[in-house]
């Protein structure tokens, strides 16, 4: 049925086929940018710290150079 819909009909009617490969694609995503490198850009500081690197200007370039 999808494959012969055309535009919207296939996003706002989908067949049950489509609809497990739509929630696939989108669980996908959600997921990969959930676990994405934001996550360790935003604890990598912590991290840094707490592992012994206390100066900001080396934990900044740490962050840069290396994410």
Do not use: H
């Amino acid at each position: 049925m999808a494959e012969n819909s055309t535009g919207w009909d296939v996003l706002l009617f989908p067949s049950p086929a489509f609809k497990r490969k739509l929630f696939v694609g989108v669980g996908t995503t959600v997921a990969q940018q959930a676990v994405g490198i934001e996550a360790i850009q935003y604890f990598l500081v912590y991290i840094l710290d707490e592992s012994g690197v206390k100066n900001r200007q080396t934990q900044m370039y740490i962050l840069y150079v290396l994410v």
